[in-house]
C-alpha cells in the first residue's frame, strides 16, 4: 500500500489551518448556545410548573370562597338590564327614518 502525499504551500496551508479554526470556533460556539438553552430550558419548565401550581391552588381558593360566601339572588336586575337591551335594538333604525321623525316632531311644534 502506497501512501501518496500532497504538497501544500504557505497560503494553501495557511487557509486551511484558518479554516479549520474557524469550523472549530463555530462549533464551540454551538455548544456554548446550546448549554445556555438547556440550563434556559430547565428554568421555563420548573417556572411553568411553580405557574401551574399557583393557578390550581388559586381556583382551589376561589372555589372554597363561593362555597362559603352566601347565594344572592340578583334576577330582577338582569332582567331589567335585559328589557333595556331588547328596547335599544326595536327602537334602532336608519339614520334617514331617525332624520325623517326629528323632522315631524320640529313640525308638530310649529
Given at each position: 500500500m502506497?501512501?501518496?502525499y500532497v504538497r501544500l504551500n504557505s497560503e494553501e496551508r495557511n487557509y486551511g489551518m484558518k479554516d479549520m479554526l474557524q469550523s472549530q470556533l463555530a462549533i464551540l460556539n454551538s455548544l456554548k448556545r446550546y448549554?445556555?438553552?438547556e440550563i434556559l430550558r430547565r428554568q421555563e419548565l420548573t417556572l411553568k410548573i411553580a405557574l401551574k401550581t399557583k393557578v390550581s391552588e388559586t381556583l382551589q381558593l376561589i372555589e372554597?370562597?363561593?362555597k362559603e360566601l352566601p347565594k344572592v339572588k340578583v334576577e330582577k336586575e338582569e332582567?331589567?338590564?335585559e328589557m333595556i337591551?331588547?328596547?335599544d335594538n326595536k327602537t334602532r333604525m336608519t339614520l334617514d327614518n331617525?332624520?325623517?321623525e326629528?323632522?315631524?316632531k320640529i313640525e308638530r311644534l310649529k
Open positions: 502506497n501512501s501518496e448549554r445556555e438553552f372554597n370562597l363561593g332582567k331589567e338590564e337591551f331588547t328596547e331617525e332624520l325623517e326629528i323632522r315631524r
